[in-house]
């Protein structure tokens, strides 16, 4: 079952993939420990999610440590399940208000990191850490 995780393809380009997905996630997760009121505990008091500390650390402590996976190239699947969640979270609960008030166009304007970020760690669920990651390494 291991391997199976950790088997990739010989993609050379993948890694430019994991590096935006695992930047951007581990930079993310940086921030709402840096930055509480404005990317954390008091974003997610805003829009509403309950219990916003926790959850704050909780979703930050995740992306830091799924996104320094995905750098890696380290158990690549398994660390983009939780980041593509993450996304799907964010989504539904910050761009529906915009679809509904601003319509499709602003939504999809509002939401193009977003959808990035959820297609990046697709990407690298059906794909894997590539030829140069820690994945090929341990698989081999």
Do not use: Y
């Amino acid at each position: 079952m291991l391997l199976k995780t950790l088997r990739t393809d010989n993609a050379s380009t993948t890694i430019l993939i994991r590096l935006m997905v695992g930047a951007v996630f581990l930079s993310e997760g940086i921030q709402k420990f840096l930055f509480p009121a404005a990317r954390g505990a008091g974003r997610f008091e805003e829009i509403g999610l309950p219990n916003p500390d926790f959850l704050g650390s909780f979703v930050g402590s995740f992306e830091i440590a799924c996104g320094t996976l995905i750098l890696l190239g380290l158990l690549t699947r398994l660390a983009s399940v939780p980041l593509i969640i993450i996304m799907l979270v964010a989504v539904a609960t910050t761009k529906t208000e915009v679809l509904q008030h601003d319509g499709f166009w602003a939504m999809l304007h509002g939401t193009r990191t977003d959808w990035s970020m959820l297609l990046g760690s697709i990407f690298l669920l059906i794909k894997g850490g590539g030829r140069w990651s820690a994945d090929r390494i341990l698989a081999s």
